[in-house]
């Protein structure tokens, strides 16, 4: 585990994470994520983005509730987190990454999803996400999967991106 974040261009942001195992020892990870979120001043980070292969992220949404009333303060570790539904409503949002910096685009997702997930105590959470909090977790859950938002791009703009992504690539084999 590193406490930067991994750039776009590492194969470790395209591994599969592995289920975290009720008694593994989870708030070094956590607290890690935070800190680093923090430092980084973003609003999700997925343990795959430290180079943690567990199925694990966090959010933050302080960051954009501080400006806007409609958006709860959210600050909550997801453990073994699932997707059990998504409504019918997409709506389109400018979203970007800590892995993929200065790169922000418009990404189509479900208004409204209902998930399962484990606390930091490991007991079982359900609910329905709406709105900005939907979308964070969409995004990061994605993460544990391997899939970055721009692979939900259209061809065209994932073409029109390549230089951009190819530049994010050649500075993170040089900062090895």
């Known amino acids: 585990m590193t ?3 991994i750039k776009y261009g590492s194969p470790i942001l395209r591994a599969k994470s592995l289920e975290v195992k009720e008694g593994y020892p ?3 990870d956590i607290e890690s994520l935070f800190n680093i ?3 980084s001043e973003g609003v999700g980070l997925s343990g795959v983005q430290i180079g943690n292969l567990k199925r694990l992220f966090i959010i933050d949404t302080k960051r954009i ?3 806007n009333p409609q958006v709860r303060n959210i600050k909550k570790a997801y453990i073994n987190p699932l997707i ?3 409504g019918d409503e997409l709506t389109w949002f ?3 990454c800590l892995s ?3 790169i922000y685009e418009e990404i189509e997702r479900p208004e409204k999803i209902s998930v399962k997930y484990q606390n930091t105590l490991f007991q079982t959470v359900e609910e329905d996400l709406i709105g900005i909090e939907a979308r964070i977790f969409q995004h990061e859950y994605d993460h544990l999967d391997g899939i970055l938002f721009i692979d939900r791009l259209s061809p065209l703009r994932k073409v029109l991106l390549a230089g951009k992504l190819r530049k994010i690539k050649t500075m993170n ?3 090895r």
Do not use: H, S, W
């Open 3 to 5: 406490l930067n974040i």
């Open 37 to 39: 979120l923090e430092k």
């Open 84 to 86: 059990i539904a998504t």
């Open 100 to 102: 993929i910096p200065q």
């Open 94 to 96: 400018d979203e970007g």
């Open 26 to 28: 989870i708030d070094k």
């Open 65 to 67: 509730a501080e400006d």
């Open 173 to 175: 084999r040089r900062n």
